[in-house]
């Protein structure tokens, strides 16, 4: 046991920078990819919900394709097919986009079923109001939709997390990748080591992002729940007292 | 177009509608002077509710003419009705403002943004302006103190108020109420009556009262209307239709309803 | 077959005889994609039973420590794990041949997924289930039997198949361990002549064939075991 702490320590203080700047990329990875999901999921969530047809078919095939083939392959795809048809994407362009374009099409599926989930007196409601059709969707179901989205956009934001560790095999330089080139280096004299540290470190990502989900989670229902009081006011007057 | 405005605000002729093989409304005729106050009384699935959410241009027909304020919102042609396009549909439901029996209120805004909300988003008022006008409607059906609380935390009475203050706020010139106690407590109804009977007395609404209330349909209504299967099969003032109904489906409904 | 014609039929980017020419060695590769990916399915599902039963054991304690490891599994990606396995297992004197090792890190990665799946079916069954299965003095072995496994089952089929399905997916990853299945063969040929347009893309369609025919099954199986087990034509939810 004390072999092992030791072998982390000393681990940790040569390899110690590589593994942050690994840790870094993982997490550059992530928000980039994010933000871009959320996109195509919102993109093609309303995509499917269209009334013009060719949008909707488009839509639903784009969707199928990219939930049937894995993340993989369109990674790989992405980064080693396109370039003979002209298109070179670097590595890491190629991790965000793959990952995007799948975990996107998966989601799409989470904003357009929570849309369909809003009460059909919404909509009623809004146009007896007079609202026109962007109206509607903007400031009476969209909002309410999100309330239910969120959850499942957590889940989902987990799980990118973790597919972010598949970019180390196009040698995008994030955290597996470190963790692969340490133990190259060292013959895997310390393969324990230093894959316990990656495992620990996705392991505590997870939990933050899980966390920061949980956060936004309250704070979009925070109109179901008027009464609750969060928990950094509780803190603030406990403190001042 | 518009047709020359006589003193009918609502004319709907012949109106047809179906739900697949179901006919709602079955050749129906009828007019609403201004400023009427009519009633709709009929047992479930007579098409009551349909009319006014036809009038409310919620629902499509299949024949027949409807306009509304000289404005014609749908007309027969020869191979039945085409509705208005949708500036004119827009110009018309401009008029028409609906209460509705499950309230509607959106959930994730306050009293007295669901009240100004559309004002400010349809109507083109200022938010100063669209508060401001809310602020009064609340105050109007007596909810001033709870501006800034969420649909979750009012009564169903207490939303349905605000349901209506929020119509209100388009400044429509008719009202379409349908059922909107159905969904309450008894204790709560009260409260709900109240402020109708303050709007039909104290205002220049033309309304349509979809309910079950009769005693409060015979108290503010002008006529009465009793439809059974999408017809109108007996109308007339308050008085003629609860006291001496003529047709024997009138008679057995109100028996019925009377009874419970 | 005629080359001529096949080559009319290709574009500069895209040549068919490659992939008349690749075609074969990826089918090599499908057997061994399939056979891996259904074994470790089988596993995970048998491996959900008993860490659901530690997870819920009296002793308290141990069902903590099971649920964080669990819940550690759960968090930390796949292909880390099978990273961990392929190097840490044989300086512990434990050497596994890649197929072995894949499937034990499938095994453990989604039989911690399937005993929460468990678990959180076990634990939508009606409180009063277990009440009237004490009035009615059932013995454990036929509690489970007849009132708590068909009521479990049904719900979780399509949770099961939608592992599957993922399973089928990640089986890819073990071609970086040496899994010599149908990523492998394509990376192969694609290295040797340059071409990578065509394998990929075959092999992107065959995982969309494969997941399109697990659902087709699952859907299937659903409606059947449903019919049975509950005596119902159509599942409730």
């Given at each position: ?167 180390s095999l196009i040698a995008v330089p994030e955290l597996t990748e470190a963790g692969l080139a340490i133990n190259g280096t060292t013959y895997s004299a310390n393969a324990f080591a230093v894959f316990t540290i990656l495992l620990i470190v996705y392991f505590v990502l997870s939990q933050a992002v899980a966390l920061a989900m949980r956060m936004i989670e309250a704070r979009v229902a925070h109109w179901k729940f008027p009464n609750r009081v969060s928990p950094f006011k509780t803190l603030k007057m406990l403190v001042s007292r | 177009m518009t ?147 969420y649909p979750i935390q009012l009564s169903g009475g207490q939303q349905q108020r605000v349901a209506i203050a929020r119509a209100l706020a388009m400044q429509p010139k008719v009202l379409l109420f349908d059922e909107v106690t159905s969904a309450l407590d008894p204790e709560t109804v009260g409260e709900v009556l109240n402020v109708i009977r303050h709007l039909a007395k104290e205002f220049e609404f033309t309304i349509l009262f979809v309910t079950h209330q009769m005693g409060f349909a015979k108290e503010i209504s002008d006529r009465v209307c ?35 | ?237």
């Open positions: 046991m004390i072999d092992f702490l030791l072998s982390i320590q000393s681990l940790v203080q040569t390899w110690g920078g590589l593994l942050l700047r690994g840790a870094i990329e993982t997490c550059r990875l992530f928000a980039m990819t994010l933000v871009l999901e959320l996109t195509v999921a919102i993109v093609m969530g309303l995509a499917r919900l269209s009334r013009i047809t060719p949008i909707r078919v488009f839509a639903n095939i784009f969707v199928e394709i990219f939930r049937g083939v894995s993340s993989y392959v369109t990674l790989f795809w992405l980064y080693f097919a396109l370039p003979m048809i002209g298109i070179s994407l670097g590595a890491l362009e190629a991790a965000v986009f793959a990952l995007a374009l799948v975990h996107g099409a998966y989601a799409s599926e989470y904003v357009r079923s929570t849309l369909l989930a809003v009460p059909k007196g919404q909509i009623d409601a809004s146009i007896a109001l007079n609202m026109t059709r962007f109206q509607r969707m903007r400031y009476v179901v969209f909002p309410q939709a999100i309330v239910a989205m969120m959850p499942l956009f957590g889940n989902d934001a987990i799980m990118l997390l973790k597919a972010t560790s598949l970019a | 047709n020359v405005t006589d003193n009918n605000i609502i004319t709907m002729k012949s109106v047809t509608k179906r739900y697949g093989s179901l006919k709602v409304l079955e050749d129906l005729t009828l007019d609403v002077a201004r400023n009427e106050h009519l009633s709709l009384i009929g047992p479930s699935g007579s098409g009551k509710s349909t009319i006014l959410r036809v009038l409310m241009t919620l629902e499509a027909i299949q024949a027949g003419d409807v306009s509304i304020d000289g404005d014609s919102l749908w007309r027969q042609g020869p191979e039945g009705s085409t509705g208005a396009k949708e500036a004119d549909s827009r110009r018309i439901r401009q008029k028409v403002g609906m209460v509705f029996q499950s309230f509607n209120l959106f959930p994730h805004m306050t009293a007295i943004r669901n009240v100004a909300e559309a004002p400010m988003r349809v109507l083109k008022l200022s938010r100063a302006e669209a508060y401001e006008r809310a602020k009064e409607l609340l105050k109007l059906v007596g909810l001033s103190a709870r501006e800034d609380h009793f439809l059974e299967g999408g017809r109108i099969i007996e109308q007339g003032t308050p008085e003629q239709i609860f006291d001496n109904p003529r047709e024997a489906r009138t008679q057995a409904f109100l028996k019925a309803v009377l009874e419970s | 077959m005629n080359p001529d014609w096949l080559s009319l039929l290709s574009t500069r980017y895209f040549d068919l005889n490659v992939v008349v020419e690749v075609f074969p060695l990826l089918l090599k590769g499908v057997g061994t994609t399939i056979w891996v990916t259904l074994v470790g399915w089988g596993l995970a599902a048998s491996v959900g039973f008993p860490l659901l039963l530690l997870r819920r054991s009296r002793f308290r304690p141990l069902g903590w420590i099971v649920g964080g490891f669990i819940e550690f599994v759960r968090s930390t990606p796949i292909l880390v794990q099978i990273y961990f396995y392929f190097y840490v297992l044989p300086s512990a004197g434990v050497v596994l041949d890649p197929i072995s090792t894949g499937l034990l890190a499938l095994t453990i990665h989604y039989g911690c997924y399937m005993s929460e799946a468990y678990r959180s079916g076990l634990e939508a069954i009606h409180p009063g289930q277990w009440d009237a299965v004490t009035a009615l003095g059932f013995s454990k072995l036929d509690v489970y039997r007849h009132v708590i496994l068909p009521q479990m089952v049904p719900p979780l089929i399509p949770a099961l198949g939608n592992f599957l399905i993922l399973m089928i997916k990640d089986s890819p990853l073990l071609a970086s361990i040496g899994v010599v299945e149908m990523m492998y063969y394509a990376t192969g040929y694609s290295m040797d002549t340059f071409r990578y347009l065509e394998p990929i893309t075959i092999v992107g369609l065959i995982f969309l064939a494969l997941s399109l025919a697990s659902a087709s099954a699952i859907r299937f199986l659903e409606a059947r075991v449903g019919r049975k087990w509950l005596g119902r034509e159509e599942l409730r939810d």
